[in-house]
């Protein structure tokens, strides 16, 4: 006897295709609340580059130092450029490179960079970012990486990590059901929406709340996630640097590298311990190879005091405006004057911080106050490190 007829159309196969779509849908168009706050920022910096870039005079680029440190609207009332912090937290070399030539192919054309990399984030390869990485990659990122690691299953991997959202929001998806299900607040889905109106609201900066209280006190824990005693620099971070700043040399715009002060204790064990020696002197191999092109701007010796600060290493409102001050006032003599920025020093110390009258009414939104404009939950952290 014959058997049932099969149709020719396997609609179990199609119906499983469209289930996946579905869901990978509902996770991409529910990103805000299914990212961590480090890649968030590595989302809206990539969206910045892109959209916003185009008719800015600044751009400052680098890690979570700068996004806590440069108030663009500082920049603006001190000297009339229209600046862009397009940094982000934990961003490599890597990342800078890609977020300028973004900028640049969207149609930038500042007269001036800022640029900054810690020390702790020179250590580490593309590999430490790669739930981050997976939000942003193009395919231009990904031949970038595959040139610089030669690791095919890395690139691989976040590639595809790219492609399905549910995938690199694993963790935060499970982490969203597991609250749920014990009852909890999800911090992500408070947090995310008060650091992204930050973010908006002040061109990109992180603003820290200078009623966030710090001790001043460095913990051993501190002390090991910083690499207090160590400093060397990853090929790939080495190979970045050099292609950021030949895209710079390639259209005559000077490059500030600033050096932010971090607390007090902390900038005194890299004293102590010799890293800050040898991070200097790969600074200055920097200055040598790009005479006339980079200038150090250094605040580490400035005086900022620990109350200037959120944490070990992040300025806070007030330590935020002084740096931009003093920032600005040096970036816009070099950048309207080609000639003027040839001939000021390879290095400079920064001056000691100070409350002037030109920054002081400036009404600029810290995330304390984004919190309460945008109502989440109040025992939510709101400070990105």
């Keep these: 006897m014959a058997g049932p007829r099969r149709s020719a159309i396997p609609w179990g196969a199609i119906g499983?295709?469209?289930?996946?779509?579905?869901?990978?849908?509902?996770?991409?168009?529910?990103w805000l609340a299914l990212t961590d706050p480090v890649s968030l920022s590595w989302r809206y910096s990539a969206q910045a580059a892109e959209n916003e870039a185009r008719d800015c005079q600044v751009l400052c680029l680098g890690d979570s130092l700068v996004k806590h440190g440069l108030i663009p609207s500082v920049f603006e009332r001190v000297s009339g450029d229209r600046v862009l912090n397009l940094s982000a937290a934990q961003a490599s070399t890597i990342l800078t490179h890609s977020l300028l030539r973004r900028a640049f192919g969207a149609g930038a054309r500042p007269r001036a960079l800022i640029i900054n990399a810690k020390p702790a984030v020179l250590l580490g390869g593309p590999e430490c970012n790669t739930r981050s990485w997976q939000e942003i990659l193009s395919l231009h990122d990904g031949l970038e990486l595959l040139q610089?690691?030669?690791n095919a299953p890395f690139v691989a991997s976040t590639m595809v990590g790219r492609l399905l959202p549910s995938l690199r929001a694993r963790l935060e998806i499970q982490s969203s059901v597991t609250g749920a299900l014990r009852g909890d607040a999800d911090r992500v889905r408070a947090i995310n929406p008060v650091l992204w109106r930050n973010w908006s609201v002040n061109g990109g900066a992180n603003v820290a709340s200078a009623r966030v209280p710090f001790d001043g006190e460095v913990?051993?824990?501190?002390?090991?996630?910083?690499?207090?005693?160590?400093?060397?620099?990853?090929?790939?971070?080495?190979?970045?640097?050099?292609?950021?700043?030949?895209?710079?040399?390639?259209?005559?715009i000077p490059v500030f590298w600033v050096l932010p002060p971090i607390s007090p204790k902390l900038q005194s064990l890299r004293d102590q311990s010799g890293a800050d020696r040898l991070h200097d002197e790969f600074l200055r191999s920097i200055i040598a190879q790009h005479a006339g092109g980079v200038t150090v701007l250094d605040a580490r010796h400035s005086g900022y005091p620990a109350a200037s600060f959120v944490d070990a290493t992040h300025l806070n409102r007030r330590g935020a405006l002084a740096l931009s001050d003093a920032v600005a006032d040096i970036v816009a003599a070099g950048a309207r004057s080609p000639q003027k920025a040839v001939s000021i020093p390879g290095w400079i110390e920064l001056a000691p911080p100070t409350d002037r009258s030109a920054i002081a009414d400036l009404e600029i939104e810290d995330v304390e106050q984004s919190a309460r404009v945008v109502r989440p939950d109040p025992d939510a952290r709101v400070s990105l490190r």
């Design 219 to 252: 913990t051993s824990q501190v002390r090991r996630q910083l690499y207090t005693e160590l400093f060397y620099v990853d090929p790939a971070n080495a190979q970045a640097i050099e292609q950021t700043l030949q895209l710079a040399d390639d259209r005559r």
């Design 148 to 150: 610089v690691t030669r």
């Design 16 to 30: 499983a295709i469209a289930l996946l779509g579905l869901v990978e849908h509902f996770v991409a168009i529910h």
